[in-house]
């Protein structure tokens, strides 16, 4: 499995942007960049996923760089309730299409 | 809307029991996964289901590990005899489609503790 580097803790502001970052040289043509969180004491939970071109759905933004070696999540108004671990994760369309997990990044968001 | 739920939500054990964690996944999906986390680990990946049979399998997934779709709506992980080691969140998942994109939902997880 291609593999993900990502900081191991990002802090923000209530009510600001976030952008947290993802790093994957390795991406292969055919990998998926997804991206989950985990709220304390929950199950992961889907935030957003593309290939090449940059996403938005109600709960994030996704930018890919051109290369695809690097992506970012855009939180665009972070709330207290965001505050999870971030993971970025490349799923290939074989197989099982299992979600390997990183370390993620711990976001932490001051009032 | 529709969620994987998962029972129990703690269970303790003594080490050398069986365990059986179950799960509802989501009801037209067609993929099942299971993964676990030991406290202020990452989460891992067990084992995937499809089509009433394993799909791929972890290192972790020895042969004290089973699972089983025994009626169509319940996916069971069975641990055939516990070790200390076992303690972790048990996390269910499941996925609609055979589509790249498709996300996993995953349950709130079943703690297991081994005495």
């Known amino acids: 499995d291609a593999k993900t580097t990502q900081p191991n803790s990002m802090e923000s502001n209530e009510e600001e942007p976030v952008h947290l970052p993802c790093n994957h040289s390795?991406?292969?043509?055919?990998?998926?960049i997804h991206w989950y969180r985990q709220l304390p004491s929950q199950g992961p939970e889907y935030v957003i996923h593309?290939?090449?071109s940059n996403v938005n759905n109600r709960m994030a933004s996704l930018a890919i760089a051109e290369d695809r070696k690097s992506s970012t999540l855009i939180l665009h108004r972070a709330t207290l309730r965001d505050a999870a671990v971030y993971y970025c994760?490349?799923?290939?369309?074989?197989?099982?299409?299992?979600?390997?997990f990183g370390q993620g990044t711990r976001l932490t968001i001051n009032p | 809307e529709p969620e994987v739920t998962q029972t129990p939500s703690h269970q303790v054990t003594q080490m050398g029991q069986e365990v059986i964690l179950r799960c509802v996944p989501i009801?037209?999906?067609?993929?099942f996964y299971w993964y676990r986390q030991i406290l202020g680990q990452k989460v891992e990946f067990l084992v995937s289901?499809?089509?009433?049979?394993?799909?791929?399998k972890s290192e972790i997934f020895d042969d004290q590990f089973s699972v089983e779709r025994p009626d169509g709506s319940n996916f069971t992980l069975k641990i055939r005899s516990t070790k200390l080691e076992d303690s972790a969140m048990y996390f269910c998942?499941?996925?609609?489609?055979?589509?790249?994109?498709?996300?996993?939902?995953f349950g709130e997880g079943s703690r297991l503790t081994v005495l």
């Open positions: 998942a499941s996925r609609l489609s055979g589509a790249g994109t498709g996300e996993l939902f």
């Open positions: 390795t991406i292969s043509g055919t990998d998926y």
């Open positions: 593309g290939l090449t």
């Open positions: 994760i490349l799923r290939l369309l074989q197989g099982a299409q299992k979600l390997v």
């Open positions: 009801s037209n999906h067609l993929y």
């Open positions: 289901f499809y089509n009433n049979e394993i799909s791929e």
